[in-house]
T-cell receptor
Framework: DTGVSQNPRHKITKRGQNVTFRCDPI?????LYWYRQTLGQGPEFLTY????????KSRLLSDRFSAERPKGSFSTLEIQRTEQGDSAMYLC?????????????????FGAGSRLTVL | RKEVEQDPGPFNVPEGATVAFNCTYS??????FFWYRQDCRKEPKLLMS???SGNEDGRFTAQLNRASQYISLLIRDSKLSDSATYLC?????????FGAGTILRVKS
């Protein structure tokens, strides 16, 4: 297992099209996160899964965004009817279970990201 | 107001210098804090956790002041390879909340 894998790495699409990103986390990690990052900003939280359950979703996420993790392993993030404002780097991260400052739950391992450009 | 705020910089320092970054957070319920490092066009990676009593990892020292709600990172004897964006991060519930980052450029 070489880490968190995301694909595609780059996606250019026209406004109004649908796009889907895939994330394969580290196999023993039960927690999976999606973040979005634009130039000059830090990663912005989108949604969180523990196993197959989606436990939290950002209020900033419109109804055009949906994420799934059907078997508690890989996850997909779909954006419907893309807008130019959706252009960003979409980062997936995973972490192991646990509580406490020193636990693996606080160590997010990020993938290299999927860069979306909406024309 | 953003939950985690940082001075974006850039901080331009010569090799060997000591540099300090501060970060403030607004959510007093935040339980844990971290510094992540992000190299240009790369993903963020954990640099160190921040303990209430302060902690050190080699040339890096992190401190947390809960009363004033700020976190600091001190880098001693800066190296060229320290050039990166440093992200201040707080944990609130299930998620980590990232600041916008502080850019450090170390020059020879």
């Amino acid at each position: 297992d070489t880490g968190v894998s995301q694909n595609p790495r780059h996606k250019i699409t026209k406004r109004g099209q649908n796009v889907t990103f895939r994330c394969d986390p580290i196999s023993e990690h039960n927690r999976l996160y999606w973040y979005r990052q634009t130039l000059g900003q830090g990663p912005e939280f989108l949604t969180y899964f523990q196993n197959e359950a989606q436990l939290e979703k950002s209020r900033l996420l419109s109804d055009r965004f949906s994420a799934e993790r059907p078997k508690g392993s890989f996850s997909t993030l779909e954006i419907q009817r893309t807008e130019q404002g959706d252009s960003a780097m979409y980062l997936c991260a995973s972490s192991s279970p646990g509580e406490g400052l020193s636990s693996g739950a606080n160590v997010l391992t990020f993938g290299a990201g999927s860069r979306l450009t909406v024309l | 107001r953003k939950e985690v705020e940082q001075d974006p910089g850039p901080f331009n320092v010569p090799e060997g210098a000591t540099v300090a970054f501060n970060c403030t957070y607004s959510n007093s319920a935040s339980q844990s804090f971290f510094w992540y490092r992000q190299d240009c066009r790369k993903e963020p990676k954990l640099l160190m956790s921040v303990y209430s009593s302060g902690n050190e990892d080699g040339r890096f020292t992190a401190q947390l002041n809960r009363a004033s709600q700020y976190i600091s990172l001190l880098i001693r004897d800066s190296k060229l390879s320290d050039s990166a964006t440093y992200l201040c991060v707080g944990r609130g519930g299930n998620k980590l909340v990232f600041g916008a980052g502080t850019i450090l450029r170390v020059k020879s």
